[in-house]
């Protein structure tokens, strides 16, 4: 299974920015890849705030359309998420996923704290 570490996360105010960045122990090729950025707090369930396809295409939660980016680069096996005008409300642990078809991976977990 393919280990995922984040990293990139911390303390910012608020209309401030940070990049988070994944880096995985395998590759990140394959054709059915998908790579998301998930967050979490202790009142929420774990939500989706970014994906993207082996194909570059990309999806984002409505609450970051406009602020974030993902990117991802697949010679580095690497995903990152660079997050803009960061909102208190963006306070949560950001998590790394792959999924290859029924496989998913998880990483750790960064903290990000936007302070107001």
């Known amino acids: 299974q393919v280990q995922l570490v984040e990293s990139g996360g911390g303390l910012v105010q608020a209309g401030g920015s940070l990049r988070l960045s994944c880096t995985a122990s395998?590759?990140?090729?394959?054709?059915?890849?998908?790579v998301g950025w998930y967050r979490q707090t202790p009142r929420k369930q774990r939500e989706l705030v970014a994906a993207?396809?082996?194909?570059?295409?990309?999806n984002y939660a409505d609450s970051v359309k406009g602020r974030f980016t993902i990117s991802r680069d697949n010679a580095k096996k690497a995903v990152y998420l660079q997050m803009n005008s960061l909102k208190p409300e963006d306070t949560a642990v950001y998590y790394c996923?792959?999924?290859?078809?029924?496989?998913?991976?998880w990483g750790q977990g960064t903290q990000v704290t936007v302070s107001s």
């Open positions: 993207i396809s082996s194909g570059d295409s990309a």
């Open positions: 996923n792959l999924r290859v078809g029924f496989a998913s991976s």
């Open positions: 395998g590759s990140i090729r394959s054709p059915n890849a998908m």
